[in-house]
């Protein structure tokens, strides 16, 4: 088991350029499949659940860097703040402050990516690009001063169609140009394109990712 899971690893590593992060997505999966791959050197690790992330933060080793990579509720901000290393699912502006005040109570910084919705189905959350342009207007990103802006995150659409999906990921890469060149240009941690699952992530890279989130290519079908 052991070994399979870390060839599934070193597969999907060789797969990626060097500038990609791999987040290895490991929603549903034990603890044993996640300490697998912790020691063959993986340390980021997302989820989709605050409850399942937080019971695999406490019993798993410390230096594991949590993501959140599924829809998060205001009202349970409070209960990863402590630890989360990296939150891309960011879709509205209470959302933000919240996690603002809870970062601040906590004594940290945040890092956030701003969700966008670029898929054609009607379930996925996210931002519109104008949304976005019309919180940052009226409130700088200086202003949430806890957080860290880091990009952006996006889904595409569940589809054969390589090219709508391949549209919609040229989608995000612009969505994330605008947003750099308008509103930060001069933070150079707001860098990432987080795009890309186990079955499009090499279409994600092809069209700008830097992270992609592989989940059922890495343990196995869910
Ligand atoms: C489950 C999930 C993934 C990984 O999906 P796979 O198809 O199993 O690779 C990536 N991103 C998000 C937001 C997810 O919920």
């Known amino acids: 088991?052991?070994?399979?899971?870390?060839?599934?690893?070193?597969?999907?590593?060789?797969?990626?350029?060097?500038?990609v992060t791999l987040v290895a997505v490991s929603k549903t999966k034990p603890i044993e499949n996640i300490q697998n791959l912790y020691d063959v050197g993986q340390r980021i690790f997302g989820e989709n659940r605050v409850q399942e992330l937080e019971e695999k933060h406490q019993a798993l080793p410390k230096d594991i860097q949590w993501h959140l990579i599924g829809h998060l509720q205001r009202n349970k901000?409070?209960?990863?703040?402590?630890?989360?290393a990296l939150i891309h699912s960011?879709?509205?502006?209470?959302?933000?402050?919240?996690?603002?005040?809870?970062?601040?109570?906590?004594d940290r910084k945040i890092k956030v990516l701003l969700q966008f919705y670029i898929a054609q189905e009607?379930?996925?959350f996210g931002f519109d690009i104008e949304e976005t342009k019309e919180l940052f207007?009226?409130?700088s990103p200086e202003k949430f001063d806890s957080i860290e802006f880091c990009g952006v995150m996006g889904m595409a659409s569940f589809s054969n169609d390589e090219?709508?999906?391949?549209?919609?990921?040229?989608n995000l890469k612009v969505i994330f140009d605008q947003l750099k060149s308008t509103y930060f240009s001069n933070s150079p941690s707001f860098s990432e394109i987080s795009m890309g699952m186990s079955g499009d992530y090499q279409l994600a890279i092809e069209e700008g990712s830097t992270m992609v989130r592989v989940g059922s290519s890495l343990f196995g079908k869910r």
């Open 1 to 19: 088991m052991s070994n399979f899971l870390a060839d599934n690893l070193t597969e999907i590593l060789n797969s990626i350029p060097k500038h």
């Open 77 to 84: 901000v409070k209960y990863i703040a402590p630890f989360v």
């Open 90 to 106: 960011i879709d509205s502006e209470r959302l933000l402050d919240e996690v603002n005040i809870q970062a601040k109570k906590n």
């Open 122 to 124: 009607e379930t996925k």
């Open 137 to 139: 207007t009226r409130k």
């Open 163 to 170: 090219n709508q999906v391949r549209k919609e990921f040229k």
